[in-house]
């Protein structure tokens, strides 16, 4: 959402490259899938293939909102991967100056229906993107595994959005929260933040500003797709974005499996519980 | 988590919609990576001939190259007017991205060739004014076409050439190496198969002759069949090659030798021009010509069915250990090497032993991948080839089995050059897709198993090396020796006799008569190292549909099993195409949108 708040943002990244001294981040503006495979999985052990497929911008693109990144390990915790922005991927103010990109494009039907499970109906999909890779797990794995960071501009509670998809299924449930309305780590109200400032999930803190998500293999054997999806909301000024790296598969998971979002099913059973509650309650006032 | 419960509906909504029964035919606005694009048409190829060529040269449990590509859909190649893919049609669809008129149609919708004509000229789907190829080639991309058929074939001559009528070969092999009347078009590079003919003045000498008396021209005849005074290779010879002027060697018909590895464009016919070629590059890893290679009269395969290649008296002692056809071979000595030949002239003639597609394929890839990586713009560091074994459909439509058979090991070769070369440069797309199923062959295998080394039958039963196409019922060579034979009666109606369907071995069908049948086929030894028989069932001799199958590797070729796994046609092999060169799926057409008349 656009605020009104100053936003300090991406110097977060600065202060933690400036603390230790360590190499340039140095970031290579493309949009091309192939290259953003091979940066996301330089070394894909335990997969027998990992193809970038495609990206999607929703309409024309002007320029290049993905790029790859090397010299992000003291940065990210992230030695080398990919970065897909709402913004120009190598100018969002990894300098001491915050920086937006507006490039004014509204999704098109076709993306905003391939990302409806991670959006709330109404809300505007602006300057996203999606980077879309198969891979072909082999026999030798069960869970694809990659570390994943995400910054932003946004300040406050409202933030941009962020979508995860394995054959076009949202996977984004992560420890009890939904990776993607208002992400929970970019929940801190009036704070300036960047990456440093991370916290994921649920308010715990991490050394580092991404995480070890795993994925379980749909099925063993059969080729897959994962979606990566990132999207402002609201406004199309302030810039957010997705680090991803390290891509590799194992027969156990590394890091914290992201999963479907629980049945409908499961919903209404607690919807109801909620409302025997509710009703309850009543009951309970109306009986003082 | 209090979207939570709108989030799990919304998802639902959208994996339900995300599984769409035909994601193929949902508009998108997905950008896919760019690379090199191999396109293989094997014509005439159904699973059925894949199944044969791999019993027969690696075994029943072994693997093709084309087994190895590991992504496939089941290919549709319906036209505009008819249910099965003709070569032109097919081609003009795979080139442009719309059903035309299945019967005239050459790189335009309609025909030519009637009163009154019908042809209209076509924008590709991308609205592009030419084929794929030619907006590859007109972008700045080096392209290049390889056939073993005439380089004006519509497999790779409609991806270059819009005519009237498929007939009409001075004007396809005019527009490969000229261009299009009122368009200013890039050269291919490469362009390499058969078509001498139709390539120098009128009354000159060619080469190459007419040894398999084609095109209605007098046997053996060296006459060229140009009626215009256009020296096409000339024309090719003195092109401009980076804005510099490739020497004006002699065109006298096969006297470039000395310029191979030196000049920058040339003009090669011969089997010795082709290996120097070779050398060339191997030994100067810069040398990048731009070639045209014209093996042969019309084709280089030699378009016949083995009996009457036989009788040409086609046929050559290099096979030395073929014991057929007569009924008197000991099995395990039959060599998969034919005594018929099968491509190119006898020995002594200049287009004896002509380079096979696969190695023509090698050369093309290796002189596009050095053309493209010297491209001075970074966005045209890529290449298009498209690579058409004609024999595969025209052995099929001769019935002619071991030549479909040779055919197709020659194509598995090429596809083999090609995976090699993704192994090195995985930004390329190989695809393959046939339009049609040529001669309908399905493969027969003897009543009773008669294994290589297996058991003896018993006296009085067949034994091993017997086993002949005149005892397959339904061949007319039929021959009732009283012992096991194949049942497979063909449409045997009541108060008729069985309608025939030639049924070929080694030789073809055989004769009626205990000597003249012709041995089965041999497979190699499956996974228990046994060898079994078998023998080819022809439908017919035209094109037929419906076991077609398309497979890919490399770059996007992912798509195959995604995006096109419910539906792949015709059109989509050029919107497949078309999104690995330029970068966009373009929407399959509507009535709406039109058929891309110009």
């Known amino acids: ?288 | 988590m209090k979207h939570l419960p709108i989030l799990a509906l919304a998802a639902l909504a959208a994996s339900s919609s995300l599984l769409a029964q035909d994601p193929g035919r949902v508009p998108t606005t997905r950008l896919f990576p760019t690379g090199n694009v191999i396109f293989f048409h094997p014509d005439g190829t159904g699973m059925n001939h894949w199944f044969a060529a791999r019993m027969y040269f690696q075994g029943p449990d072994s693997l093709l190259q084309w087994d190895q590509l590991p992504n496939m859909a089941a290919y549709r190649g319906h036209m505009n007017n008819t249910l099965i893919g003709t070569s032109n049609g097919g081609a003009t669809t795979h080139a442009f991205g719309h059903k035309v008129d299945g019967y005239g149609s050459f790189g335009k919708d309609g025909d030519g060739g009637v009163t009154p004509p019908t042809d209209l000229f076509i924008n590709s789907l991308s609205g592009y004014q030419g084929s794929l190829m030619r907006q590859a080639a007109n972008a700045g991309l080096p392209v290049g076409i390889v056939n073993d058929g005439h380089i004006g074939e519509p497999g790779t001559g409609i991806f270059l050439a819009e005519v009237g009528n498929r007939g009409n070969w001075q004007e396809i092999t005019r527009q490969i190496i000229q261009g299009r009347p009122g368009f200013t078009d890039t050269k291919p590079w490469v362009v390499m198969g058969g078509g001498e003919a139709d390539t120098l003045p009128t009354g000159s000498t060619v080469l190459h002759r007419n040894h398999n008396q084609e095109r209605s021209q007098a046997l053996n005849s060296t006459t060229s069949l140009r009626t215009d005074s256009i020296n096409l290779e000339t024309d090719w010879d003195t092109q401009l090659v980076g804005g510099i002027a490739s020497p004006a060697n002699p065109v006298v018909t096969g006297n470039e030798t000395a310029h191979i590895g030196t000049d920058n464009a040339i003009v090669i016919k011969t089997r010795a021009q082709f290996d120097a070629l070779v050398t060339a590059l191997n030994t100067n890893a810069n040398y990048t010509p731009r070639v045209l290679g014209l093996f042969a009269y019309q084709d280089m395969f030699n378009d016949r069915n083995e009996e009457d290649l036989i009788a040409r008296g086609k046929v050559t002692a290099d096979a030395v250990n073929y014991v057929g056809p007569v009924n008197n071979g000991a099995l395990g000595v039959r060599s998969k090497a034919s005594r018929i030949v099968l491509w190119g002239d006898v020995t002594g003639n200049p287009g004896h032993n002509p380079p096979t597609f696969a190695e023509m394929t090698d050369v093309a890839i290796r002189i596009l991948d050095r053309a493209a990586k010297a491209q001075v713009n970074p966005a045209n560091r890529r290449f298009f080839l498209v690579g058409e074994q004609e024999a595969n459909d025209n052995f099929g439509n001769n019935d002619n089995a071991v030549g479909m058979l040779h055919a197709m090991a020659d194509t598995d070769k090429a596809i083999g050059v090609a995976r090699a070369y993704l192994a090195a440069n995985p930004r390329t797309l190989i695809l393959t897709a046939a339009d049609s199923d040529a001669g309908g062959m399905q493969i027969a295998a003897p009543y009773r198993d008669n294994v290589d080394g297996g058991p003896v039958e018993t006296a009085g039963t067949v034994i091993p090396g017997l086993i002949n196409t005149n005892t397959i019922t339904s061949n007319p060579a039929f021959l009732n020796l009283g012992q096991f034979y194949f049942g497979f009666n063909s449409n045997n109606a009541t108060g008729s006799t069985n309608l025939p369907n030639i049924a070929d071995g080694l030789e073809g069908r055989g004769s009626s008569t205990t000597s003249g049948g012709t041995l089965m086929f041999l497979s190699e030894a499956d996974a228990n190292g046994k060898k079994m028989e078998f023998g080819i069932n022809w439908a017919g001799t035209g094109d037929y549909t419906g076991g077609i199958l398309s497979r890919a590797a490399g770059l996007n070729a992912g798509l195959l099993n995604s995006t096109f796994s419910a539906r792949f046609d015709n059109i989509d092999v050029y919107r497949m195409m078309h999104v690995s060169l330029f970068g966009t799926l373009l929407n399959y057409p509507s009535p709406t949108t039109g058929s891309g008349l110009r």
């Open chain 1, 1 to 288: 959402m656009n605020t009104s708040a100053p936003r300090l943002a991406w110097c977060g990244l600065i202060l933690t490259a400036a603390a230790s001294s360590a190499a340039a981040f140095v970031v290579t503006p493309t949009n091309d899938a192939f290259d953003l495979a091979a940066a996301l999985a330089p070394a894909p052990t335990g997969l027998a293939s990992v193809t970038g497929q495609s990206v999607d911008f929703g309409g024309p693109v002007a320029a290049a909102q993905f790029g790859t990144f090397t010299d992000g390990q003291d940065l990210l915790g992230i030695s080398s991967g990919i970065i897909l922005s709402t913004g120009n991927a190598n100018g969002l103010g990894f300098g001491a100056t915050e920086q937006n990109t507006s490039f004014g494009r509204v999704a098109s039907t076709d993306f905003t229906n391939f990302a409806a499970g991670t959006f709330t109906p109404g809300v505007s999909l602006n300057d996203a993107g999606r980077f879309t890779v198969t891979i072909d797990p082999g026999l030798e794995s069960n869970f694809v595994n990659f570390r994943l960071g995400f910054g932003t501009n946004e300040v406050g509670a409202q933030g941009d959005y962020v979508g995860l998809f394995v054959n076009g299924a949202y996977r984004g449930f992560i420890s009890g929260s939904s990776l993607d309305q208002h992400h929970p780590w970019g929940d801190i109200p009036s704070t300036a933040f960047g990456l440093n400032r991370v916290v994921f999930p649920n308010g715990l803190a991490t050394a580092l500003p991404s995480f070890l998500v795993s994925i379980e293999v749909p099925s063993p054997g059969t080729e897959f797709m994962i979606d990566f999806l990132i999207a402002d909301s609201g406004d199309d000024t302030i810039d957010s974005a997705l680090f991803l790296g390290e891509l590799t598969g194992s027969v156990t998971p590394l890091g914290t499996v992201a999963s479907a979002i629980p049945e409908p099913s499961t919903f209404a059973m607690l919807a109801g519980l909620a409302g025997l509650v509710v009703a309850a309650g009543r009951r309970t006032r109306r009986q003082v």
